[in-house]
């Protein structure tokens, strides 16, 4: 599989690569090899900026947790453990800068929130105006949402519905027990 691990060092733009990749990249980076670092950083960038944008309610602020989260992230390789997928503690180192910013501005208010995906395109691609109007308010009842949360709330709300997650690896995360549902207990 070295042409998929090649494939993602090449490009300039970041790559979704698959866990075995990104794993290995992880290992080698681990290991001191300046490229696979900077291939697994591009690799991942995208999502750690959505999660810390989601998170931080701001792309600008989230811009600002990524590159601390990079940094966090070069200087945790040494206690990276390679046997574990590295998208979760990415995830983690991410999620833990994005919190540290908040922290560090507390006085700002949630400005941007994920848009909403609108289903029906006119013909040239863009958003009709039925869908745009549905994605506003989408986004309006999101963002009103997400401003009565906790940050820890927003954070597992973020990270489970919009990001995907698993319950557990949420948990894990934001260093909580996973409580059954109401709905299996």
Known sequence: MEDALDMVITPDRPVAAPPDVLSRLAGRARDGDRQALDSLLRACSDDLLRVCTRLLGDREDGKEAVQEAFVRICRGLPSYDPRRPPRPWLMQVAARAARDCRRRRTSRLLRVVPSAVASDRLADGRVGPESAASARQARSSLKAGLAILTPRERDAF??????????????????????PSAATA
Not at 158 to 173: K, Q
Request: hydrophobic fraction near 45%; glycine fraction near 10%; include cysteine.
């Open 158 to 179: 973020v990270l489970r519905e919009l990001e995907g997650m698993d319950t557990a690896a949420v948990a894990r995360l934001l260093g909580c027990r996973q409580r």
